[in-house]
């Protein structure tokens, strides 16, 4: 007869053999006895956060690093209820999480008992999946299902809510065996017609662009490579969504920057007047396409993309490719080189007329700023962040706001899953738990979050989780005293109505990383700058970076509301010339 | 609207909106329901009527008939929506004009009147299969099926003989001949 396992036990046999090293948490009641398990698995590493929701965005964290699903443990009632956002935050950028939550026990389920709530009910809006165990001897099935959920087609967050008696009650356990066919969930069914129809439209192509997003990161790191390997063999110019940052270089010339909202005015303009659009796992999100109805008039559109339900949401296109990325782009290439030989030279004529549009659209350099030499322009500090790290392996994560966009447009990476943020749910104080987590998977690397002050201050007390595990994470935080991006559509959209958007009172941050055990360091010019960040790269311990920027400063380019993406608003000296007016200002 | 500061764009152009019925096959499990009507309210599709019932007891799957109307890009999300659920098995689309599918409800009306009155309620309905379920000497409940939009016309027509009460099942769907959707 087989051994007979608590249900706290089985938790930790499927983590086992899930490969999970790290687990974020909280205890509480009802997860009592899986806590009492943690001392019997040395395998499982378990991580004790100051809040829930910091447990959800350092696994997060540690998922969107690593391509590893992200395990975290929290109790029922107010554990389960703070982990929603984070929870949210994965579904919204598609980042596998596995939420186990505790349950009171089974006969007090609805009876409003002590920290009761409805686990499965709150979170089944946000999760792809969810399960409450009613019988201990489908616990095990049920996880091993729920990785399987959280892992394939297109990532998310899943949540087994396992209530206290189920966690004592005993059975058999199963070991895990790795189904071969996903429940027709998984789609991977595009044919090689499709891939034809697009080497056709590649080839007949005069004005290409390869629009890139998130789904080519979460397709692994073998994805950024074909990716690379496409957009170089056919020369084509290529922008990338916030969430697809890395998968491409970004120091590389055929790359226009970001896109979108508060992308450069290359990649906007590229966009408009192209007649070839190729989406490469990305999702055609609101703030990038503008005003839908006049977004990108002039193209035949292509949609990769791993979820059919992503296809024609929003935009309508010329031609659907279902499947994961790695698989359509390996097709891609193979049918590409066959047909195909010194494409990009010879064809390198019928796309030079768009490539020199191009280079006049760059020549307005969109990025560049009025710099100052008494205050430290925010934008200034994310390019000297950039040099003083590139060549470490630098992992980013950000908060929510100005700061965030700095990042994406000054900051270059080079890599995939080196650049954490949240960028569907726009969630503020996701970056500092993200860097707890990223750097517990990364013990070695630098890891950085670049954050506002308004944000960072919603889950600063994840530092003391960093200060308790030595994770040398680096807090460095653009301080501008105001929720800088309400500040600016208060500015730009409200008359200058700067409605609570100001913080009167805010800590010293240098004094509140003294309180935490870590490293509080100041710069105030742009002359100190970088010998700060320098003293700030060489500490081997947490640090709180207070940098304070210029307080006004806005965050240009920028569609600005209502817009198609050929009317850009440019930096301060353009901006005279184009007011947002009535209609418009709904947009943004 | 005009002046609204929301952050977010105005609709774009709408197209016309068709009444579809989507059914779909589901595993009878706590929650399932909750989970496909959450997909409409969350993602503000219409429900217009629904009906469930477990099909298959062996395998444990419910049918779930839904009458919704929507543009057709609408209808497209709310397919692809609802086959992304880990307990949806498939789901099938059905223009209320398809000649190939039938569609029909099952309606209870309560008629409090005098006899005369009763008489030509159930006469009315005669063309809907009517059953007499319950009779008294001042009441009676008719069993019809018919048409949505029949039995919409019916509750209306009928006050006049003194309807009092309507219980309806929502439509269900099936396709003619000897074909079935996979």
Redesign the interface.
Same mark, same amino acid.
Request: charged share 35%; hydrophobic share 25%.
């Given at each position: 007869m087989s051994k007979l396992y608590s249900g706290a036990e089985i938790v930790f046999k499927c983590l086992e053999d899930q490969n999970v090293s790290h687990i974020f948490g909280y205890p509480g009641g009802a997860v009592l006895p899986i806590y009492d398990e943690l001392k019997n698995f040395n395998s499982v590493k378990h991580i004790l956060v100051r809040h829930e929701q910091g447990a959800g965005h350092a696994a997060e964290g540690y998922a969107r690093s690593t391509g590893k699903p992200g395990v975290l443990l929290v109790t029922s009632g107010p554990g389960a209820t703070n982990a929603v956002t984070a929870l949210t935050d994965a579904y919204m950028d598609s980042v596998p999480l596995v939420c186990i939550t505790g349950q009171v026990p089974t006969h007090l389920i609805g009876t409003d008992a002590f920290q009761e709530c409805d686990t &499965? #009910?709150i979170t *089944? @809006?946000c999760t =792809?999946?969810n399960w !409450?165990v =009613?019988d201990v001897n489908d616990l095990a099935k049920i996880i091993h299902k729920a990785f399987e959920?959280a892992t394939t087609?297109r990532p998310g967050p899943v949540l087994v809510d396992i209530p206290k008696d189920i966690q004592f009650q005993k059975a058999k356990y199963k070991l895990y065996t790795k189904p071969k066919k996903l +429940? #027709?969930?998984s789609h991977d069914n595009f044919s090689q017609k499709n891939i034809d129809d697009l080497i056709e439209l590649i080839s007949k192509s005069r004005r290409p662009i390869f629009y890139t997003g998130g789904g080519v990161i979460n397709s692994g790191a073998k994805a950024s490579d074909l990716l690379r390997e496409l957009v170089y063999a056919t020369g084509f110019p290529i922008t990338s969504t916030l969430q697809g940052l890395g998968c491409f270089p970004a120091d590389d010339n055929q790359f226009l920057g970001m896109l979108g909202m508060h992308g450069t005015y290359e990649a906007n303009n590229a966009m408009y007047s192209c007649d070839l659009m190729i989406n490469v796992g990305a999702r055609f999100d609101?703030r990038i396409t #503008?005003? /839908? %109805?006049e977004f990108s008039p002039k193209s035949k559109k292509v949609h990769i993309d791993i %979820? @059919?339900?992503s /296809? +024609? =949401?929003n935009v309508?296109v010329d031609l659907a490719i279902v499947g994961d990325i790695k698989s359509v782009l390996t097709t891609t290439l193979k049918t590409f080189k066959k047909s195909k030989k010194n494409f990009s030279k010879s064809n390198k004529h019928q796309i030079s007329n768009w490539w020199e549009q191009i280079q006049k659209w760059r020549s307005k350099r969109s990025l560049d700023y009025i710099g100052s030499e008494e205050t430290i322009k925010p934008q200034y500090a994310i390019e000297r962040l950039y040099e003083l790290t590139k060549d470490k392996d630098t992992y980013i994560t950000t908060e929510v706001g100005q700061h965030q966009m700095w990042a994406a447009q000054h900051y270059k990476f080079n890599k995939p899953n080196r650049w954490m943020t949240s960028g569907g749910l726009g969630t503020m104080g996701y970056g500092l738990p993200a860097a707890v987590g990223v750097q517990i998977a990364h013990p070695k690397k630098l890891v950085i979050d670049i954050a506002g002050e308004a944000s960072v201050l919603m889950t600063m007390q994840e530092m003391s989780t960093a200060v308790q595990y030595n994770l040398p994470i680096k807090i460095f935080i653009l301080n501008n005293e105001y929720m800088g991006m309400v500040r600016q559509?208060q500015e730009l !959209?409200?008359d200058k109505n700067y409605s609570e958007s100001y913080t009167a009172a805010l800590p010293d941050f240098v004094k509140m990383a003294e309180a935490y055990g870590c490293v509080g360091i100041r710069a105030k010019t742009p002359e100190e700058l970088d010998d700060k960040i320098i003293e700030m790269l060489n500490s081997d311990r947490p640090v709180i970076f207070d940098c304070l920027v210029d307080k006004q400063e806005n965050c240009f380019p920028m569609i600005p509301s209502?817009k198609p993406h050929n009317q850009m608003l440019l930096g301060p000296k353009d901006q005279k010339e184009k007011k947002i007016t009535?209609?418009g *200002? &709904? !947009?943004? | 609207m005009a002046n609204s500061k929301s952050a977010y764009s105005f609709a774009g152009k709408k197209q016309k909106p068709d009444t579809h019925i989507i059914v779909v096959w589901v595993d009878n499990e706590a929650g399932v329901l909750a989970r496909v009507v959450g997909l409409f309210s969350g993602r503000g599709y219409n429900i217009e009527s629904l009906a469930v019932a477990e099909v298959d007891q062996k395998q444990n799957i419910s049918r779930i008939t839904i009458v919704t109307t929507g543009t057709p890009q609408v209808i497209d999300q709310i397919k692809l929506q609802l086959k992304k659920l880990v307990p949806v098995h498939k789901v099938a689309d059905f223009k209320r004009e398809d000649k190939n599918v039938i569609f029909k409800e099952m309606a209870l009306f309560k008629f409090v009147a005098n006899n005369g009155k009763l008489n030509k309620a159930f006469k009315a309905c005669k063309n809907y299969n009517p059953v007499i379920l319950d009779k008294t000497n001042k009441s009676n409940v008719i069993q019809i099926t018919a048409l949505r939009r029949e039995i919409d016309s019916m509750s209306k027509n009928l006050k006049k003989f003194g309807l009092v009460s309507v219980s309806r099942t929502g439509a269900v769907a099936m396709t003619r001949g000897s074909e079935i959707f996979k």
């Open positions: &499965t #009910g *089944r @809006p =792809k999946h !409450l =009613k959920v087609g +429940n #027709g969930k609101d #503008g005003k /839908i %109805d %979820d @059919p339900s /296809i +024609n =949401k309508k559509w !959209l409200h209502g009535g209609k *200002r &709904t !947009l943004v | -």
